[in-house]
């Protein structure tokens, strides 16, 4: 072979070469270009919020005559709406880096449902849209899912229809089959063009289509509605045609829970059951600590709080917490050193939960191993009690509720059948053959309903560990209670 060959064979590739760098520079610029979309949309939709906070906050300088509980309320949506924004931002990189981690908690599907509806009734009335909803007969009431994910992917279609309907009306019928339930969400608005029914999904993408003019977005609702329906195990799909409409189905396996919860979701917590949990919250900000004290004690919380990491570390040896809440950035030692000492010291008994309002600084690290979960400021405090419940397997106590106390109560003797058989099923692992033997148990002793409820709670969260402790516990009490008394 002549040594002149490759040089002559890269002469002739020439053309390719330069076909492949254009490409390469268009499939560049067209990146840059969405970037460039991105950040203006993202920038109105800050502007937005924040200039209503701004305005509001200039007319209380001036002690203009406004009513304050109407400024409170337009300052809280606004800050919420951001919120929202930077958590949406959060979630696309949570689900992009794998680790978004989804809640499996009992959900009201049925009153889910009606309160969403509720509330798009009165927006689709807003802009004289018509609303129609409807629920098929054999749809579950409970079912498990994560109820704030299902919540953000049901409105953000809903929004969206209704966004996208100059006239007309909006429909929501939901159906259920072997597990699988179908969200449909149709309008009569402005459709979309068949060859947008997939680029839509993309992040930062409105379409080729009039949606611009309608209304303003930044592209990022159903991409991230669809990366969340497939991580909830499901699919969205479209059906539509330009000026005659759109049809969305969302498709999601929702299976329905064991035992259903006695009582529906009953807001915001009073107290939990069991022993006293230790948390200490570690920030550089006073006014942050004094926020985790005047959320975390009154509910029974041991709570320390230290103003820098070393003073964290040092409360860590006292005070043997089971959590902790840990801002990120901190003068000295910062929020992901302190993590890794604490995690080297107290293994993974220690929870740890990192604390920022800085998306970043949380996407950053996201993936390793020195922490649990996240804590976004500001805190939603429905987010935040959600998640130590998961972290801490903690059993809520609400108002009105009887305070259910841990310690187990003495149960008639036939009880000891059932204990003994969820003992040896639970040592195997079979959570359909628990659950119905838990079932039986509950019907057949009803004064066992505390125990089977607490039981079915556990089942539901697959905490098989739980399980085995509730069980042990009750039956340590039945052998001690029918000890002769000497
Ligand atoms: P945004 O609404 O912020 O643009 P989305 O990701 O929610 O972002 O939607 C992406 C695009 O999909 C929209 O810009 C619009 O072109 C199109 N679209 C979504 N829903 C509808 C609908 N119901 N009718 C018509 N077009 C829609």
Redesign the pocket.
Known sequence: MSPAMPARRAELDLPAQIAALEQARDVAMAANQAKTRFLMGLSHEIRTPLNAIHGYAQLLERGAALSPAEAGRIIRRSSEHLADLVEGLLDISRIESGVLKLNRETVPLRALLEQVAAMFRVEAGNKGLAFEYSAAANLPNWVLADERRLRQVLI?LLS??I??TPAGSVTLSVRYRSMVAEFEVA?T????APEDAER?FQPF???S?R?AGVAP???????LSRMLAHVMGGDISVQ?APGGG?R?VLKLLLPQPNILPETAAQGLPIGYEGRPRTILAIDDDPGQLALWQELLRPIGFNLFVAGSGGAGLSLAELGKPDLVLLDVSMPGLNGWDVARQLRARFGRDLMILMVSGNTSELVGAAGDDVHDGFVLKPVDQAQLFASLRRHLGLVWRHEGAPAATDAPAQLPAESQLYLDELARLARTGRVRALSAQLAEFAAAVPQAAGLTARLGRALDDYDLALFGKLLADQQLHQQIESEPTP
């Open positions: 953000n969206n229809a966004k996208y309008d608005g402005i459709g979309i839509i993408d409105r379409g289509g949606a977005g930044i592209g990022l609702g159903l991409a539509a759109s969305f």
